[in-house]
């Protein structure tokens, strides 16, 4: 008789810890999924901001049903120094992976301070499957095996392997049960598409007031209306893999470009164009808790925040060590400025700080003896030998000039509720000076406070790197210099 009490009892507290088991599975199950539509080059030239040259509609019912944001503000305006900061919930600059493709010789180990974690390391401590599925393109040294889960292939971000394999990412994700945090990357603004299914008549577009009208420049505008609907065909693609999988409700959508389109100007340069990008998130069974603070954001925002709002939708605590924040937060503070950098990017070196408040934008140029248009990689673009020999030919007005000047300001001060294109500096008229020292001083602080370590000179090591991978490509004063000291004969560094 005890023996069967015994058995009941046993069988009992076996089916109360299997039912609570089932329960905290339950509730693990329930977690969001976080997907970041990550891409390449591209500006916000979309219905869901107003642009109907091309049709976007899987873009724009994202948009209409969950939260799209208008002013958000990247923390570069290339590739691999924005994804380094975001995925490290931290300026590139403080943590000294602010050059464009650095770190990536065993000799110049950039790396992350001890004990700090990555995005997706944090998602993964917290029971998340986690992949990548293209770029990586960090500026440190990691193991990849680490930040993904799923399919995490050789170390990348290196000179090597730096894009994430693809695989059936849904299916996998379904059978798997566990939530996902998960990065799909884009072509965007570099699809190369001889016939694309929308065609932009080149002769409608119209240019921006800082560009000479050349057909190489106007063929590429309309170019890059086509790859937004290539674009949007993707993410038609991809929502549609989360919807027959059963994964479209529980996932957060994140929708945005690293930095602008690639034309002169845009990509590497600290103007909205090269920084301001579209982000749209929306989540099928969450899109009323994002609409709280409005479906429209028009404030300030960081794309910095991108990795906190993401850690934070998922109930994962922002580690201290990163200031990245959750603009979904009910204690969430709206930014009065927004600061991003400009550093060496490939074998072109330079150094530019912006500030960016709602009305203004404050650039200053460290380099101001150096032209806008140093030696880069655009060089070799049909495109780009067009537009400099329509220069020569004297063919430019004042204002499309601008960009082909020898020298640049020190400083330069825009009014953009009146001036979005920005091209009437206003650093030297008397009646801004009040509003460029106050600009001047939100930089000189914010450098202090946060250790830009784009002040420092580059290394020895990192001119070195350079030049192992550009040789005689980069012709700046800092590689000439490094030849002369080290008494180099070739176009290595050893």
Not at 4 to 30: N, P, R, Y
């Amino acid at each position: 008789m005890r023996i069967g009490i015994v058995i009941i009892l046993l069988l009992f507290m076996a089916g109360c810890q299997a039912t609570e088991e089932d329960k905290v599975s339950k509730e693990i199950t329930k977690q969001p999924n976080i997907l970041w539509i990550y891409v390449e080059d591209m500006n916000d030239w979309m219905g869901a901001y107003g642009d109907k040259t091309v049709p976007t509609p899987n873009i724009d019912q994202l948009a209409s049903q969950g939260v799209r944001f208008d002013k958000v503000i990247m923390p570069a305006a290339v590739c691999s120094a924005v994804r380094s900061a975001i995925i490290a919930g931290e300026m590139q600059t403080t943590l000294g992976f602010h050059n464009h493709r650095s770190g990536r010789f065993d000799y110049n180990p950039i790396t992350l301070p001890q004990g700090h974690k990555t995005v997706p390391e944090l998602f993964r401590d917290n029971g998340y499957e986690t992949f990548n599925i293209g770029k990586d393109d960090y500026n440190f040294h990691y193991d990849r095996s680490q930040l993904y889960s799923l399919h995490p292939g050789p170390i990348a971000g290196h000179q090597g392997a730096k894009n994430g394999p693809d695989f059936d990412w849904g299916k996998t994700l379904a059978q798997s049960g566990k939530p996902f945090f998960g990065q799909i990357q884009l072509r965007g603004g570099k699809y190369k598409v001889k016939n694309p299914p929308v065609k932009v008549d080149r002769a409608s577009v119209t240019l921006p007031p800082y560009y000479n009208d050349q057909p190489l420049t106007r063929d590429a505008w309309a170019r890059h209306y086509e790859n937004i609907h290539l674009t949007d065909l993707d993410v038609g693609e991809i929502v549609k893999e989360l919807k027959d999988n059963n994964l479209l409700e529980n996932t957060i959508v994140f929708f945005f470009t690293d930095h602008g389109m690639g034309l002169l100007r845009h990509k590497q340069f600290l103007y909205d164009g090269g920084l301001q990008v579209p982000l749209v998130i929306s989540w099928m069974n969450g899109n009323d808790k994002l609409r709280e603070l409005g479906a429209e954001r028009r404030e300030l925002i960081r794309g910095l925040d991108i990795g906190g709002s993401s850690l934070g939708l998922a109930g994962i605590e922002i580690p201290a060590y990163m200031t990245t924040e959750n603009f979904f937060a009910a204690d969430y503070q709206a930014k009065p400025w927004v600061i991003s950098a400009r550093d060496r990017c490939d074998y072109t070196f330079e150094k530019m700080r912006s500030v960016r408040t709602d009305r203004f934008k404050y650039i200053r140029n460290y380099f101001p003896e150096r032209p806008y248009m140093q030696a880069q990689y655009r060089d070799k673009w049909p495109l780009v030998k067009e537009y400099k020999k329509a220069f020569a030919a004297g063919e430019f007005n004042e204002v499309e000039a601008q960009l082909m000047a020898e020298h640049k300001p020190a400083e330069e001060l825009y009014d953009l509720d009146n001036d979005p294109h920005e091209v009437n500096n206003l650093a030297g008229i008397a009646a801004y000076k009040v509003q460029l020292t106050k600009m001047r001083g939100i930089l000189n602080n914010w450098a202090k406070e946060t250790g830009d370590k784009g002040q420092l000179p580059e290394s020895d090591v990192g001119i070195r790197e350079v030049l192992d991978f550009y040789h005689d490509k980069c012709q700046s004063p800092e590689c000439q210099s490094y030849r002369t000291r080290h008494q180099l004969s070739g176009n290595k560094s050893d």
